[in-house]
């Protein structure tokens, strides 16, 4: 069955980086588009950051553009979010996502929450002096 275990959470401080991975199994992982999305304290899932199968095309949220980079190693079933000047506004459950549909990638697929049907349990991300 499908698999996705989050790791590289923890404190940082603000102005500080932090990198999430994220370990897929069970899937074909080259396949599939893949996303990050984080939940903070009191509000709602949020999508932030998403790539194609191939790695060729890669998309973040507008909160944060200039501090977030996503990546994937597809011979090593791998996604990657790297976090650069975090801010306490960061400070949230962040999860790793499988698209369901093998013809997930298109921005209007990868931006859009409900395209995906797995998940993992998430990495807590705080940021905090």
């Known amino acids: 069955q499908v698999q996705l275990v989050e790791s590289g959470g923890g404190l940082a401080q603000p102005g500080g980086s932090l990198r999430l991975s994220c370990a897929a199994s069970?899937?074909?992982?080259?396949?599939?588009?893949m996303s990050w999305a984080r939940q903070a304290p009191g509000k709602g899932l949020e999508w932030v950051s998403g790539?194609?199968?191939?790695?060729?095309?890669?998309y973040v949220a507008d909160s944060v553009k200039g501090r977030f980079t996503i990546s994937r190693d597809n011979a090593k079933n791998t996604l990657i979010l790297q976090m650069n000047s975090l801010k306490p506004e960061d400070t949230a459950l962040y999860y790793c996502?499988?698209?369901?549909?093998?013809?997930?990638?298109?921005?209007?697929?990868?931006?859009?929450?409900?395209?995906?049907?797995?998940w993992g349990h998430g990495t807590q991300v705080t940021v905090s002096s």
């Open positions: 790539i194609y199968s191939d790695g060729s095309e890669a």
């Open positions: 069970g899937f074909t992982f080259a396949s599939y588009a």
């Open positions: 996502a499988k698209v369901g549909s093998l013809e997930g990638d298109t921005i209007d697929v990868i931006t859009t929450l409900s395209s995906y049907d797995s």
